[in-house]
């Protein structure tokens, strides 16, 4: 197994593309051991020390470093876990029941139909790029609350991200949009 990497605006973030499906479908992001019940892969990572963050997608898993270690030397363990849960057949998660947020549902008004079209077509592609996602969360008061996840979670230009390019695409198609804030944790 050949697994490339790719670095993500986030210093702390790497992208590791296996070359296999990572997950079916949609996203999966832990912030610590104690949230990987349901992902063998995930655990896996975990158990290298320095790794604060997984992140899960159809085709990459992003690793989020803490800041004090070199990826020179934790980027081998990493690769090594990648291998060996790929070699055991596990699936890199066992329940994929969460509801998921983007997708349109009967209960949205028009607003945030659209709201979730744009965030599907425009920005969930290219935060993918980065090793990443975003994902929505409300519409109150003319404000989109968003989730930052994978290599977004935590990443300096992620602010910048949501205020200067999520923000002002929004309020360009979407008059009723007045400001995009990330969700707090």
């Not at 070359?19 to 992902?39: C, E, Q, R, Y």
Request: aromatic residues 6%.
């Amino acid at each position: 197994m050949y697994i490339q990497t790719e670095d993500t605006p986030n210093p702390e973030t790497l992208k590791f593309i296996p070359g296999v499906v990572v997950l079916k479908s949609g996203t999966a992001d832990f912030s610590n051991l104690k949230t990987t019940d349901n992902s063998p892969l995930a655990s896996r990572l975990f158990k290298i020390e320095g790794v604060s963050r997984v992140f899960l997608a159809s085709d990459f898993i992003s690793v989020t470093k803490e800041s004090h270690l070199d990826w020179n030397t934790l980027k081998p363990s990493i690769l090594t876990g990648i291998m060996e849960h790929f070699s055991s057949g596990l699936p890199s998660i066992y329940d994929t029941n969460e509801k998921n947020n983007d997708t349109n549902s009967s209960e949205d008004t028009e607003t945030i139909k659209q709201i979730k079209d744009l965030l599907e077509t425009r920005v969930r592609p290219a935060v993918a790029m980065d090793g990443g996602d975003i994902t929505f969360c409300s519409f109150e008061s003319g404000v989109v609350t968003l989730q930052m996840k994978g290599a977004c979670a935590g990443c300096p230009s992620s602010t910048a991200t949501l205020k200067m390019g999520i923000e002002n695409m929004l309020r360009h198609y979407i008059p009723e949009v007045t400001e995009v804030r990330a969700a707090e944790l």
